[in-house]
Structure formats: C-alpha cells, structure tokens
Nanobody, 118 residues
Framework: QVQLVESGGGLVQAGGSLRLSCAAS????????MGWYRQAPGKQRELVAT???????NYADSVKGRFTISRDNAKNAVYLQMNSLKPEDTAVYYC????????????WGQGTQVTVSS
C-alpha cells in the first residue's frame, strides 16, 4: 500500500509562485510514474504533469512553460514548481502514484488547495 501526502498549497496572487511537495511511503517509489492532477470546483479532475521512473515528463498544454515537475528518488518525493500562476490554476491538486505490472497499482493523495487571486 502506497501513501501519498501533499503539502505546499496556499493562497497566492496572480503571477506568483508555489512549490508543491508529495511524500510517498510504501511501494517501490523509484519504479513508479508520479503525477500531479487538479480538480477545480464543478470540473473533472485533469492531468497537470507526470514524470516517469526514467525522468521523462509530460505536461498539460495549459501549464507548459510555467510548471515543472521533478522527483527525488532518494527522498521518495515528487515536486511541482508552479510559476506565473493564474486564477484559472485555482484547484485542489492531487499527487498520484501509478505502477502497472500484472495489475495496476494506482494511488492518490488527499489533495492540497491552491488558490490564485486576481
């Protein structure tokens, strides 16, 4: 069983920055694909960014050039550096751990609120 704990959310003005962190326990972190997703009120959860065990990254078009995902396998942690924040980035941000071998292992954190004021 993998447990994920996010931190770093908060209230920031438009144009500001935040850094989200996700600490993972259990499982084999270095083999998992880690990701950040977000869900705004009244909307479906959407992909923000993912990073594979090899360090390959993928971003939603809406955050490319502003957000950076990274991981530290020694610390079992994944990060999301968010710059040039916009009000439309306001959402609950969730950390995800995904590993598929014979079966799918898919885990979520409890989420952290990010609010960007205009």
């Amino acid at each position: 069983q993998v447990q994920l704990v996010e931190s770093g959310g908060g209230l920031v003005q438009a144009g500001g920055s935040l850094r989200l962190s996700c600490a993972a326990s259990g499982g084999i972190f270095s083999r998992t694909r880690m990701g950040w997703y977000r869900q705004a009120p009244g909307k479906q959860r959407e992909l923000v960014a993912t990073i594979t065990s090899d360090g390959d990254t993928n971003y939603a078009d809406s955050v490319k050039g502003r957000f950076t995902i990274s991981r530290d396998n020694a610390k079992n942690a994944v990060y999301l550096q968010m710059n040039s924040l916009k009000p439309e980035d306001t959402a609950v941000y969730y950390c995800n751990s995904y590993y598929a071998y014979i079966r799918v292992y898919d885990y979520w954190g409890q989420g952290t609120q990010v609010t960007v004021s205009s």
